[in-house]
């Protein structure tokens, strides 16, 4: 596995790039050698945020923490990253058979745990297309953090969601 790092706000220093080889290279067992990790590291006021992406066949395993040691951080990501994996061995393995994920050196996860969050409610809507602004203006109104809508521009599925940072983000579909 290749692991691209880059920093934000602060210089990524070789003891703490020799850190991240190090924990996140466990990882590589899970995967072939040519899956990309990438790694950002941020530093802001006095939180170190660590997120790491590792996308592979069109899915993305993604980590995201934030302590006020970035060697902290760092191990919970990798802690993050590999109860991920185990636990959706079975779905991922039923998914991707012959993809790029090496589903023998991932140890399952425990039979299903009676306190499992499971899906207790689906709902159905009636989507009309319509712009991201005023898609953005539904969500404010409803009081969610997002909103599914079909984009009137792209006629696609898309979400906007409200950000940590107080902005606004855009999912769009790739295929």
Same mark, same amino acid.
């Given at each position: 596995?290749?692991?691209?790092?880059?920093?934000?706000?602060?210089?990524?220093? *070789?003891?703490?790039? &020799?850190?991240? $080889? /190090?924990?996140?290279? !466990?990882?590589?067992?899970?995967?072939? =050698?040519?899956?990309?990790?990438?790694?950002?590291?941020?530093?802001?006021?006095?939180?170190?945020?660590?997120?790491?992406?590792?996308?592979?066949?069109?899915?993305?395993?993604?980590?995201?923490?934030?302590?006020?040691?970035?060697?902290?951080?760092? *191990?919970?990501?990798? &802690?993050?990253? $590999? /109860?991920?994996?185990? !636990?959706?061995?079975?779905?991922?393995? =039923?998914?991707?058979?012959?993809?790029?994920?090496?589903?023998?050196?991932?140890?399952?996860?425990?039979?299903?745990?009676?306190?499992?969050?499971?899906?207790?409610?689906?709902?159905?809507?009636?989507?009309?297309?319509?712009?991201?602004?005023?898609?953005?203006?539904?969500?404010?109104?409803?009081?969610?953090?997002?909103?599914?809508?079909?984009?009137?521009?792209?006629?696609?599925?898309?979400?906007?969601?409200?950000?940590?940072?107080?902005?606004?983000?855009?999912?769009?579909?790739?295929?």
């Amino acid at each position: 596995m290749r692991i691209i790092t880059s920093g934000k706000n602060m210089e990524i220093t *070789d003891a703490l790039r &020799d850190t991240i $080889e /190090r924990k996140l290279g !466990k990882l590589g067992k899970f995967f072939q =050698k040519d899956t990309e990790a990438q790694v950002t590291l941020n530093v802001e006021k006095n939180r170190h945020i660590i997120e790491v992406t590792i996308p592979f066949d069109g899915v993305l395993i993604r980590a995201e923490e934030s302590t006020d040691d970035m060697y902290t951080s760092i *191990d919970k990501a990798v &802690d993050k990253l $590999e /109860r991920q994996i185990s !636990k959706h061995k079975t779905k991922l393995e =039923k998914r991707f058979r012959g993809s790029k994920m090496l589903f023998e050196n991932i140890e399952a996860a425990e039979k299903e745990d009676p306190d499992r969050p499971k899906v207790v409610r689906t709902k159905r809507f009636a989507m009309k297309p319509m712009p991201v602004e005023e898609a953005i203006l539904q969500m404010e109104l409803l009081g969610h953090s997002f909103f599914v809508f079909s984009n009137g521009d792209t006629e696609e599925v898309n979400v906007v969601y409200k950000r940590k940072d107080g902005n606004y983000g855009l999912i769009e579909p790739m295929f």
